[in-house]
């Protein structure tokens, strides 16, 4: 009988505010594509309970030997996602929207997990090549199997993050907060970055960095070509 992979999806995650520095050191320790200016993240993983797999034993060759016979191999994904608490609440529900995306379609591709570490030369192996170990490698086996299923779980999440962290989808969300939320929005230069820059990202339309600094003339100064690093200003409305 083959092996029964059976999936759960979990449960939709309640979001969580942590300081914003938690938010960046969470982002980076998981390579998130812009972690030095994340306001939010989500983290998934996935648990595995290898219980109900059965299988076989032998004697060949004066080793015990041991090789899949049949059972169920169930993985569950557990999320959480972290929204900085320096947001306001009206930015937590547009940053919390976009977090949902991410967690939507974590759970979606639980649906292809199967199908992608099915790809993996050591699962096929174990479970439908029905390959004979030593009994002592039974452990190293166990750990080889969930680290082929975390890296194809890795890959999946990991694809689906970065189509979904786009600069477009960034953009659309700084915008949407800028449109509707009350007040000026506060924002931490990133290494590289130029008035010019914020501006296109934020109104669509680079020339307009004149707005922003002008709001920031007394921590910016004069001189709107030079910004540090890490400063910490206000992008007004338009």
């Known amino acids: 009988m083959p092996l029964t992979f ?60 041991f090789s899949f016979d049949t059972g169920t191999l169930q993985v569950e994904l557990h999320q959480e996602v972290l929204l900085s608490s320096d947001l306001t609440v009206c ?3 547009k940053w919390g929207a976009h977090e949902r995306g991410h967690v939507d379609d974590n759970q979606d591709l639980m649906d292809d997990l199967e199908a992608e570490v099915r790809q993996y030369g050591f699962f096929q192996d174990v479970f439908v090549n029905g390959v004979w170990y030593p009994r002592t ?56 970055e130029t008035l010019s820059h914020i501006a296109l990202h ?3 339309d680079a020339s307009k960095w004149n707005l922003i600094h002008e709001a920031n003339r007394a921590v910016i100064g004069a001189n709107p070509n030079v910004v540090r690093t890490g400063l910490r200003i206000v992008i007004p409305k338009p």
Do not use: M
């Open 91 to 93: 930015e937590q529900r």
């Open 6 to 65: 059976v999936v759960s999806k979990g449960t939709i995650p309640i979001a969580q505010l942590v300081t914003p520095e938690t938010v960046v050191s969470r982002a980076t320790a998981v390579g998130h594509v812009n972690a030095g200016s994340a306001l939010g993240i989500t983290i998934p993983r996935i648990t595995i309970d290898p219980t109900a797999v059965q299988y076989k034993q032998r004697v060949q060759g004066g080793i015990q030997q």
């Open 137 to 192: 490698d039974f452990q190293l086996v166990q750990e080889t199997v969930n680290d082929e299923i975390g890296s194809a779980f890795r890959a999946l999440t990991e694809a689906a993050a970065t189509n979904h962290d786009s600069i477009a989808e960034y953009r659309r969300v700084a915008r949407e907060i800028l449109r509707d939320c009350p007040g000026p929005i506060n924002y931490i230069i990133q290494r590289g």
């Open 202 to 204: 934020y109104y669509g």
